[in-house]
């Protein structure tokens, strides 16, 4: 007997327990509605049952704590599941609203560009910390159920009239799946009442509804792969409801990866196309583990100048290890980045021009640097050109000018011709200090660190990580809380999947291992001038961390067993300093010893030492013989 394809979805979600309100619409002349418009009606009504759970919870009166706490849960759960069915969505469409209004992390935000005004915690997560809590604050929570409340009817009048672009609408759904892998496996909500795996079922069915919608323009072959993917994706989840104890690694290598890939298939299937906004995702590659997943230019100060990048980069590379671009000829951008130290010094903080002073900050790797949108722990920059003029023009680091760079590079014939090449027709050709810039940023963009033993596991040998690896990560991710600040799958502050913010946090850090007292560092605060700001710093990469002790923004620790005890204990409110504004949970984390290996054992897997063997043999001579007797990589 045949069967419609249409007959076969609805068949198929019954099976996966999905609801399907509104799989199908009809106009008022017959003709079937167009995707979209099916997607604008799920949204809509998921939407109305948000407003209507919210609604009731502001209802409920004359009741004891205890049963009113308990029905506040049942409908919270309930709100959660049709908000995290449309999360794609909203994300997408109303990205300021989800993350400080709906689902944002529970710490106070504020922004540059938003002037003065600090965004304190609102929605879904203050709602769980209370709700789930021993004894919930009411007055929050009515607080919170009317700003939802008040949000999401914005947002249905909003998105009755909103033109919805193909384009738009399957990117927001690959950009899903990638939230799902980095985010919601990794911590970031659902942090109290640790209902990860049933989040991801609510998630991965709606993914399937909607583009089931376009599976009845096609009725392909990718769609039904999918299908089939997201079944036996949810089978695992249901039978899996500790979070705590779930096997993330697996899910996402064997899983999630295999089921981007299919989304980017199907999303191919339906020739789409692209939007016109530009994403740091590059969705020509379709595993975000690709050398090439996430576009560099996307961070770049100058986004559209791609000439001649490879000969830039050549030249960069030069430049780096040469301390002509230091006042006394003697520092080299390498003096504080060496590569067999992952591109640190190995110092608690780096040595200033004056040779035997320091300076008040540990130097940051620059493997993957070019994947931020801030720079210096204190994030006062946003892009990598800048970020060098600063280092440069710094009277305690490389102390010279623009202008005497460019003076004594112009001195070297090679020097001329190798810029004369790099910015060919331009008038960077002859020796600018955007050249310089330009070249240095370029240089770093190369040092790529994507080839770890992790890396290796996640593509497909599964030889790579042992079992005590594997469950470090499945602690660092899930119990441990650390991946709810080390973004996966970079591991550092970077926002996933729009990767247009950096995480900046108050820790606590002490001023050395003693533990003693606090460190006076203000932090981002010089910066914004904001008090929630006070000792926040940006969160930093922690790949090839096996080689970038001593560790923290003043290098305040020497091993890694010292920074696993620092966070398992609470940080620094944890260990009874006075941190008033910490964002770290400032709680044991309660992790055994054994726990606490398995964490390091995983960060031991995150070397990738690949882009640190190219050291030039030589430097460019000069038309001054005290200028060639210049040390690569600088004397100190």
């Known amino acids: 007997m045949h069967t419609s394809p249409l007959k076969k979805i609805i068949l198929t979600f019954l099976v996966l327990g999905a609801s399907l309100p509104l799989l199908v619409s009809f106009s008022g002349n017959g003709s079937s509605a167009s995707p979209e418009e099916l997607c604008r009606k799920l949204v809509l009504t998921n939407i109305e049952k948000i407003i209507d759970e919210l609604e009731d919870a502001q209802k409920l009166s004359g009741l004891s704590a ?287 021009f004056e040779e035997k002073t320091k300076i008040t900050r540990n130097a940051p790797t620059l493997l993957n640097a070019a994947y931020q949108k801030s720079y210096f722990h204190d994030g006062r920059i946003f892009n990598l050109e800048e970020q060098a003029a600063r280092v440069f023009n710094n009277a305690f680091e490389m102390n010279c000018s623009g202008d005497e760079i460019v003076k004594k590079l112009k001195q070297s014939p090679e020097y001329v011709t190798l810029f004369r090449n790099a910015f060919k027709g331009r008038m960077d050709s002859a020796i600018t200090f955007y050249g310089v810039m330009k070249s240095l940023a370029e240089y770093i963009k190369t040092l790529d660190s994507k080839n770890s033993k992790f890396d290796k596991y996640i593509k497909g040998d599964h030889t790579q990580l042992t079992r005590n690896e594997i469950n470090g990560y499945n602690l660092f991710a899930g119990k441990a809380l650390c991946g709810s600040c080390h973004f996966y799958p970079l591991f550092n502050g970077l926002v996933p999947p729009m990767y247009n913010d950096n995480e900046f946090e108050v820790i606590g850090t002490p001023e050395d291992s003693i533990n003693k007292k606090l460190d006076q560092d203000a932090g981002r605060e010089n910066i914004t001038h904001s008090s929630i700001h006070r000792f926040a710093f940006k969160t930093p990469g922690i790949r090839n961390i096996a080689l970038t002790a001593p560790y923290m923004h003043n290098g305040a620790y020497r091993t890694l067993d010292q920074v696993l005890d620092f966070y398992n204990k609470g940080g620094g409110a944890g260990l009874k300093l006075k941190v008033e504004n910490q964002t770290l949970p400032f709680d044991s984390l309660g992790l055994k010893k054994s726990e606490l290996n398995d964490i390091k054992s995983f960060l031991l897997t995150l070397t990738d030492t690949s882009a640190t063997k190219k050291v030039p043999s030589k430097l460019p001579r000069f038309n001054n013989e005290l200028l060639n007797k210049r040390k690569i990589g600088g004397e100190y």
């Open 66 to 352: 205890k049963k009113k706490q308990k029905k506040l849960i049942k409908l919270y759960n309930k709100s959660r599941k049709h908000y995290k069915e449309i999360e794609f969505f909203i994300e997408y469409y109303s990205t300021f609203d989800a993350k400080y209004y709906i689902n944002g992390p529970l710490v106070p935000k504020s922004e540059i560009e938003f002037g003065p005004t600090v965004f304190e915690p609102m929605g879904f997560q203050v709602l769980e910390e209370n709700l789930f809590s021993k004894a919930p604050d009411f007055k929050i929570i009515d607080k919170q159920y009317e700003i939802l409340s008040d949000k999401f009817a914005k947002l249905r009048d909003y998105y009755s009239t909103i033109t919805i672009d193909r384009s738009n609408l399957t990117e927001a759904l690959r950009l899903q799946v990638i939230r799902v892998m980095c985010l919601t496996l990794n911590g970031y909500d659902c942090t109290v009442n640790k209902e990860t795996t049933k989040e991801c079922v609510y998630v991965l069915n709606s993914l399937n509804i909607v583009l089931s919608y376009y599976n009845l323009e096609t009725n392909s072959t990718p769609f039904a792969e999918m299908n089939s993917l997201i079944k036996r994706s949810i089978e695992l989840l249901n039978k899996n409801p500790d979070s705590d104890k779930f096997d993330r690694l697996n899910f996402t290598a064997n899983y999630l990866q295999p089921l981007y890939l299919s989304v980017c298939n199907c999303v191919e299937e339906l020739n789409a196309g692209r939007s016109q906004v530009n994403y740091a995702v590059n969705f020509k590659q379709r595993s975000i583990f690709d050398i090439n997943s996430l576009d560099k230019q996307h961070f770049s100060l100058y986004r559209d100048d791609t000439l001649h990048q490879k000969e830039q980069s050549e030249l960069g590379r030069l430049l780096f290890f040469d301390p002509v671009l230091s006042g006394n000829n003697k520092r080299a951008c390498a003096s504080c980045h060496k590569p067999e130290l992952a591109f640190t010094d190995g110092y608690d903080k780096s040595f200033g």
